[in-house]
Nanobody
């Protein structure tokens, strides 16, 4: 059974940085796409970034390009989201997601496995 566990959320001031981690286990498929999504209160879940097992990266939201970086460590079964120059509008619950595909879906409906989420709060 695939399990995803996020960590690293917290409260920071605008302009600060956080690094989110997602440890995954139970994955036996050689096809793997991992993604970060976020959901603010009253808003729909939004894709942030995705990465394939081969390291192909897609940033799904223009507002994070140049500020956020997704990466992975296949040896430790962990993906990361480095978030720099955080803004109050980045405040949301951040979720890690996974699916067994070589090409990553561009929206949440394409992902099968989800973590419980980690809260990120950015104050102005």
């Amino acid at each position: 059974q695939v399990q995803l566990v996020e960590s690293g959320g917290g409260s920071v001031q605008a302009g600060g940085s956080l690094r989110l981690s997602c440890s995954f286990s139970g994955y036996t498929s050689d096809r793997r796409c991992m993604g970060w999504f976020r959901q603010a209160p009253g808003k729909e879940r939004e894709g942030v970034a995705s990465i394939t097992v081969l390291g192909d990266i897609t940033y799904l939201t223009d507002s994070v390009k140049g500020r956020f970086t997704i990466s992975q460590d296949n040896a430790t079964h962990t993906i990361y989201l480095q978030m720099n120059r955080l803004k109050p509008e980045d405040t949301a619950m951040y979720y890690c997601a996974a699916t067994s595909r070589f090409v990553c879906p561009t929206d949440a409906t394409g992902f099968v496995y989800w973590g419980q989420g980690t809260q990120v709060t950015v104050s102005s």
